[in-house]
């Protein structure tokens, strides 16, 4: 077998593939000579069919039952004598299938790249660090006490917090858009649900006045035929509402299941709660930021089916979830950094001999159940099924992955309050 290897652009590479005409010939006479018996051919007893009869009836479709088999063959034959991995499926072109001659072809594949580490101890890794305060703490039984406000009409002007009842049409060109009109809606001011300037113009309004204002449609509002787009609505105010905040005692620690310990147990289990999060968060950002790094510091080159691939698995599991949306086109860049990012794990795994932590798996397991009513339940749930499981393991080895590269790298920690890094936009 004669095997000539030609780099193309990139990753991709063309292999000529010829197979020596014995080899072909061989294999079509062996399979031939296996129908010879069993053939039926008008004029000849059952196995006594000439030998030459059955190649001229049928040598050239086994010519091409054969040769089909042999470029199976001879390809993973070529890849492994010329130590190449390819990264999808080769494209088949240039065939040269003729009795007595060399079967011949062309495959046209990419492969996998040499991921050649730079020094980790290289890295400059900036970390957040942070701490839920007693003030957070009293600022989310606020705002929990916000949300569950007993809200009672008052005769006034409306003001911020307040909660305005109004009936309204929107017009733009003078005519009603999709959705531009409804009856008693409810708006907290400065709640920000409505699109920019229209709850400012609901200030300083009592009840039962009625008025009108123009607001721009934002230029990257959803509605296309609306963006950009000036409307004037008309307003009713129906009622203005203040809140009357439930004081914080037992019953209010009732309703978000605290059974015993009252109003102490319920901060408690607000603080677990945020410290939960605000963990997840800092190590979710350390772990962009070491992605981040790592790319930088090892710029590869990926082969486009496999960024191909992965984006088609992004833009299915967001339409399943429910998350889509997105151009076909825009999923390329995100899957991309996925692909470079598994090949660069996959070397650093390596390098640092990184097994899954049974402990470490079995905590992240307890971690996620937390979420759950019945905690018991996830956690034999995801025990009992073995993909489950290996998309645990996996998360798990990029988290020591992560702190093995923070232990080798020069880290700097930055210290930021709670409200900094669950709301950094704020």
């Known amino acids: 077998m004669q095997v000539t290897v030609e ?27 296996s129908m010879k018996s069993s053939v039926k051919i008008d004029g000849f007893r059952p196995g006594k069919v000439p030998m030459k009869v059955v190649k001229q009836r049928f040598g050239e479709r086994v010519l091409y039952e054969v040769a089909g088999e042999l470029i199976q063959k001879s390809f993973q034959d070529a890849v492994t004598q010329e130590d190449l991995k390819p990264a999808g499926t080769p494209q088949i072109k240039d065939e040269v299938i003729k009795s007595g001659e060399p079967l011949q072809y062309t495959a046209e594949f990419e492969i996998y790249p040499e991921v050649e580490l730079a020094p980790v101890a290289d890295l400059k890794i900036e970390t957040t660090v942070a701490k839920v305060a007693d003030s957070d703490v009293d600022k989310m039984l606020e705002t929990l006490r916000k949300q569950h406000s007993d809200w009672t009409g008052v005769d006034r002007d409306s003001q911020d917090g307040d909660k305005v009842i109004v009936n309204f049409v929107g017009k733009v060109d003078g005519e009603v858009f999709d959705g531009g009109s409804a009856d008693n809606v409810d708006i907290i001011l400065g709640a920000g649900s409505m699109i920019p300037g229209f709850e400012d113009n609901l200030l300083g309004k009592a009840k039962d006045a009625e008025f009108s204002f123009e607001v721009p449609f934002p230029d990257d509002y959803n509605a296309a035929n609306l963006a950009g787009k000036t409307a004037e609505f008309a307003i009713k105010i129906v009622d203005v509402q203040e809140p009357a905040l439930p004081e914080l005692n037992d019953d209010f620690a009732a309703k978000f299941g605290v059974k015993e310990g009252g109003v102490e147990q319920f901060k408690k289990d607000i603080r677990d709660n945020m410290e939960r999060e605000l963990n997840a968060r800092t190590q979710a950002i350390t772990k962009k930021e070491v992605m981040d790094k790592l790319l930088q510091a090892n710029p590869i080159e990926v082969p486009d089916a496999m960024v191909q691939e992965e984006a088609k698995a992004l833009e299915e599991s967001e339409k399943q979830s429910g998350t889509g949306g997105r151009e076909a086109g825009d999923y390329q860049e995100d899957a991309k950094r996925r692909v470079q990012l598994g090949m660069l794990l996959g070397e650093l795994v390596k390098v640092s001999e990184i097994q899954p932590d049974a402990d470490m798996v079995n905590a992240r397991i307890e971690l996620m159940a937390k979420d759950y009513e019945d905690t ?24 020591m992955v992560v702190d093995w590269v923070a232990e080798q790298a020069t880290v700097n920690s930055v ?12």
């Open 376 to 399: 018991a339940e996830f956690v034999n749930y995801y025990k009992s099924n073995p993909q489950l499981m290996r998309s645990v393991e996996t998360l798990v080895i990029e988290d």
């Open 7 to 33: 780099a193309g652009e990139g990753l991709v590479r063309k292999v000529v593939v010829q197979v020596p005409t014995e080899t072909v010939e061989i294999e079509v006479d062996n399979r031939l000579q």
């Open 415 to 426: 210290e930021k309050t709670f409200d900094e890094v669950m709301n950094p936009a704020a």
